[in-house]
């Protein structure tokens, strides 16, 4: 999907680890390939896969898309807003119903519900309507060689290889720019090692096979950590005033305290205590949406680092399971980019990492914040606000 690859470490880190590889990124692109070629046979890798690896060129366009991740600047409210469309639910409710056959077979075989299945399907490529012109291979080699974060994508390209040497796919295969095939974009190694046959014709086509799509992506996800019939997330809504220090996806507490800090189910009414702990995430502070994260939320975390895409997932499939719309509430005003850009100059300013100073509230800039609201007496829910900034 044009927009999962934005934010990418989620979905390598689980990735099947390589033998030791030759020079890991830059220097002459030909001699680097022949390293890469050299690691590609020790692995299994037979002429045709060696073949398409001589054949792939540097993709500037590939590059280019590396480098440029605004979208993620949006915030949850608009994000969600725009990916959670009318087309989306309708053509995924439908979806749901026409291939309830498989839906069930997922369920009861990996334990993953058809909602959580369809959210992604939805928000990667409309159903596999947009699945990516990017040629996978050359785009794959142009980030391995490209010595920014090599190793991101480097651990890909001998599991591609084997799926084209063994004739999964061909040589000329097209998806997203960082590497994801399909219509649930699914990254090489785990089409390698999650695929599933789903429509039994001895074939394993994540393009163009809906049965394989679905369960496939059923096997991904409990392979991410997934517990059966467990929920995701919940909307709540939350009192004036609580310990907003122990709020965060993180600090996973019993409903029963949550409760009594005055937690509630939106409508009011008291929070249903079935034993499990949950996080309460506040993406745009503490007066606006609020949501119960449970285990199954770091599932999506897993699948796209981005806190606002994983949460953004996590409500489209509870809108899926009939879930009414959010309630946005009324958050208070957020900062621009070049504030946002200007903040996390002076917390790194402060001694903390918050990766690139790049104008989007990551899962890093989150933390800090938290931790300098805490010193500064303020209302600990890691929304950056204007009044933080000056304070700062």
């Not at 189910?265 to 034993?275: H, M």
């Not at 599932?299 to 879930?323: D, H, I, M, P």
């Amino acid at each position: 999907m044009r927009l999962r690859s934005q934010a990418l470490a989620a979905l390598f880190l689980c990735a099947t680890a390589l033998p030791a590889m030759a020079q890991e990124c830059g220097g002459d692109f030909e001699t680097w390939k022949q390293g890469v070629a050299a690691e590609a046979k020790a692995a299994g890798v037979g002429a045709v896969g060696l073949d398409a690896l001589e054949d792939a060129t540097l993709d500037e366009r590939a590059l280019a898309r590396d480098r440029a991740q605004g979208v993620f600047t949006q915030t949850f409210i608009e994000f969600s807003n725009r990916m959670i469309s009318a087309y989306r639910l309708k053509q995924g409710a439908a979806n749901m119903k026409k291939y309830a056959d498989v839906f069930a077979r997922a369920d009861q075989q990996f334990g993953v519900q058809a909602p959580v299945i369809t959210a992604f399907w939805a928000l990667e490529t409309d159903f596999g309507a947009v699945q990516g012109d990017f040629h996978t291979l050359s785009a794959l080699v142009t980030l391995s060689h490209d010595c920014r974060r090599p190793q991101l994508f480097r651990q890909q390209l001998v599991p591609l290889l084997e799926l084209i040497d063994r004739g999964v796919l061909p040589a000329d295969v097209k998806g997203a720019w960082a590497g994801e095939i399909g219509q649930t974009q699914i990254l090489p190694s785990d089409y390698l090692a999650r695929g599933v046959d789903g429509d039994g014709d001895g074939k394993i086509d994540l393009r163009n096979s809906v049965p394989d799509v679905i369960m496939t992506t059923a096997n991904k996800v409990l392979s991410r950590g997934w517990k059966r019939d467990e929920p995701w997330i919940q909307e709540v809504r939350v009192p004036d005033e609580m310990p907003w220090d122990q709020t965060g996806r993180t600090n996973k507490l019993p409903l029963t305290q949550w409760a009594q800090w005055g937690v509630t189910n939106p409508d009011g009414s008291p929070l249903v205590d079935k034993g499990l702990k949950a996080g309460l995430a506040l993406p745009m502070g503490r007066k606006g949406p609020a949501f119960l994260t449970y285990d199954n939320f770091d599932v999506y975390l897993e699948w796209n680092q981005s806190f606002t895409y994983a949460l953004t997932a996590a409500n489209l499939a509870a809108r899926l399971a009939g879930a009414p719309p959010l309630d946005p509430r009324t958050p208070e005003p957020g900062l621009n980019n070049d504030q946002m850009k200007a903040l996390q100059t002076k917390l790194e300013g402060r001694g903390y990492d918050v990766g690139t100073v790049d104008g989007i509230l990551g899962t890093n800039t989150r933390e800090a914040i938290r931790k300098e609201q805490m010193r500064l007496g303020l209302p600990v829910d890691g929304w950056p606000t204007p009044e933080l900034l000056a304070k700062l």
